[in-house]
């Protein structure tokens, strides 16, 4: 079985919840957020309702862009139309582990929101409408290898909680440095060439001692057996150095 990816135009009301998260509680990503509207920003400085002028400002820019985010729509489905199958197929060789039946379809939700979360429960994971084609395919091979990844660390750790690959979890926080090791596979390279590593940028400078943490878990993927024994060491390193991890991330 090939899973497949369908490409659809997300509504602002379906996905209104995570622009209020990003951009109206403080975190990690509400001033990049905010830089990519800044009409938005200047409205929110003077707004004596910011959630409502929010949803308003959202809604308006939807109704306003409609066919400039179809026709980005479109262009991705037909980007990611030939690379579908040998992504697939390359993810499942590089983490020994079949797709399961309950993923055999994939959903990817084009959003006016800069930050992508994925809904593992749904098969679902959310692309930004203004980031490059390179950028968006980047995006969904950096989320298809979640859901994946996920399904072998089940495997590996049979007992394991769901709940454990959600932030703040130590296994979440594992998952989000994975993909800067992994999608830089040279059989994942050679479908599609990306030297830029998947990852947000906090996790590029996180260092155990003087070592970036992606170099050491770079290696254990270099030197490893198989990738049960990839998982393990990494997971084994994560544990053992969490506290300097926590205190980076």
Known sequence: ?????????????????????????????????????????????????????????????????????????????????????????????????????????????????????????????????????????????HELSHFIFFEKLKEVYPKINSKEFEQPHLIWKMSEIMPGIILQDKKIQNIFKNKKLSVHDNIKKIRIGKKLILDILQDFYNKRKDFKDFIKKSYSFIKEYQEEIDKQF
């Open 1 to 141: 079985m090939i899973p497949k990816v369908n490409i659809i135009q997300g509504k602002v009301k379906d996905y209104i919840g995570v622009l209020e998260i990003v951009i109206l509680s403080d975190n990690m990503f509400k001033e990049r957020s905010l830089a990519r509207y800044p009409k938005l920003k200047e409205i929110l400085k003077k707004s004596k309702n910011k959630k409502e002028d929010l949803i308003l400002f959202f809604e308006n820019f939807e109704k306003e862009n409609k066919d400039k985010l179809i026709g980005s729509s479109e262009k991705i489905k037909k980007a990611w139309a030939p690379l579908n199958d040998r992504i697939m197929n390359i993810l499942e060789e590089i983490h020994e582990i079949k797709w399961t039946k309950k993923h055999s379809n994939f959903t990817a939700r084009f959003t006016l929101s800069p930050v992508q979360p994925r809904y593992l429960d749904y098969n679902t994971f959310d692309i930004f409408y203004k980031d490059s084609k390179k950028e968006i395919i980047d995006t969904f091979l």
